[in-house]
């Protein structure tokens, strides 16, 4: 999570420049994954000035990024209140979903997609909430609702992909990557989506090299490895395709049985009498 305070009001701090340094220091102590000192430097402040409406939102952000929700939504609620912002709201309603208040985090969400300006967090939360409640419609409603106040968030389009590809609609699936690689052409995530989505229509050759570019940037995603390896297979480049099976069951030995299955029922596969074989050619 990137902590990005440009959006709120820059009033006077009552405290002076010390207040505004250690929020800064804050800021970028959470940018650098050190959510710990984040919480002193926010802490410094409160205890300075106990309303301070941006030091209560740091602190509630350095105590969700520790794991630690329940603690984060009393400082969050007091930031909401104070400085009506989208991005409050959103981190709110994250962490009253993460402690089980899945309706109340609903009614958050709703209220910071409502603020203007869009704040394309919060309708990429809220879509996948709806999504992981089951309430699929719902949820593709306000992801392209959203995409339309924001149309350069990129996490829009791909979770508009993968709801779609969940549903089967393979074809509305890969015009939201496709939409996503638009907004940003090297996103690995956008290329992994459309390379799993054109696999699932046979579409091999395209689908490895959306795969390829996918790995190049997270050589250790064993999902991706697996289906490139099986679009090699299917194209006829079987030392390359085994040899990605190899990598991904190296990364994770618990995938063997998944890569044996693959190579087994792949129409260009291979299928071993031994099993000593099969250990060799896919383990090492």
Request: glycine share 8%.
């Amino acid at each position: 999570m990137t902590v990005d305070m440009s959006g709120f009001s820059s009033k006077p701090d009552l405290a002076g420049s010390g207040a505004d340094a250690e929020l800064q220091w804050a800021i970028g102590a959470l940018n650098h994954g050190r959510p710990d000192e984040a919480e002193r430097f926010a802490r410094n402040v409160l205890a300075r000035i106990p309303q301070h409406g941006k030091a209560s939102y740091l602190l509630g952000c350095a105590l969700l990024q520790q794991n630690r929700p329940a603690q984060a939504v009393a400082p969050l609620e007091r930031a909401a209140r104070a400085l009506q912002d989208p991005a409050v709201e959103t981190q709110l309603g994250l962490a009253l979903r993460q402690v089980g208040r899945t309706d109340d985090a609903l009614t958050r969400l709703r209220r910071a997609t409502k603020r203007r300006p869009a704040h394309a967090e919060a309708f990429h939360k809220l879509g996948y909430l709806l999504l992981s409640s089951g309430r699929i419609e719902e949820a593709v409603t306000v992801v392209e609702h959203g995409i339309q106040l924001a149309p350069g968030a990129v996490e829009l389009p791909l979770l508009l992909g993968v709801v779609h590809q969940g549903r089967g609609d393979r074809a509305k699936a890969k015009a939201a990557f496709a939409q996503a690689l638009a907004i940003a052409p090297d996103h690995p995530g956008a290329h992994y989506g459309m390379g799993m989505v054109l696999a699932d229509d046979a579409e091999y050759a395209q689908s490895a090299e959306h795969l390829q570019r996918a790995l190049a940037s997270n050589p250790a995603d064993v999902q991706a490895r697996l289906k490139l390896a099986v679009c090699l297979l299917e194209l006829g480049r079987t030392a390359e395709a085994l040899g990605n099976f190899r990598a991904a069951v190296h990364s994770d030995p618990s995938c063997y049985g998944t890569a044996l299955t693959l190579v087994s029922c792949s129409a260009r596969g291979r299928f071993w009498l031994r099993p000593s074989t099969a250990k060799q050619q896919l383990k090492g």
